[in-house]
């Protein structure tokens, strides 16, 4: 893939994804804290918010690794996937800048 088709495919992705956090971190989260799911299972559990990330960002890698071993996965297409995966990093960039800014 050369390098003008690459960036846009960035592009385009980058779209999709500004539009699964809408949709989805909406769903779970509610409008005003992306960032809510996380702490409120974290305060149920005993656990620290980023545990609770890694165990939701987890299934998704893992469906990731599946997909490159057998070429398939079976649940949905890889593409919503890896979105899924790029979003759950932005959202730990979220859990580490807060607790950097001591907010937490």
């Known amino acids: 893939m050369d390098r003008a088709t690459f960036n846009s495919l960035v592009n385009e992705e980058v779209d999709k994804i500004f539009e699964l956090n809408h949709t989805k971190g909406t769903e779970y989260a509610g409008d005003d804290d992306a960032l809510a799911n996380f702490y409120h299972h974290a ?9 609770i990330w890694a165990v939701y960002a987890g299934k998704h890698w893992d469906a ?8 398939e996965v079976l649940s ?23 607790k950097n800014a001591g907010t937490t």
Do not use: H, N, T, W
Not at 64 to 71: E, F, L, Q, V
Not at 82 to 88: A, G, K, S, T
């Open 64 to 71: 990731i690794m599946s997909y490159c071993k057998k070429g």
């Open 43 to 51: 305060s149920q559990l005993g656990l620290r918010p980023e545990q």
């Open 76 to 98: 949905e297409p890889i593409e919503g996937r890896v979105r899924d995966m790029i979003l759950y990093l932005f959202l730990m960039l979220g859990l580490v800048a807060e």
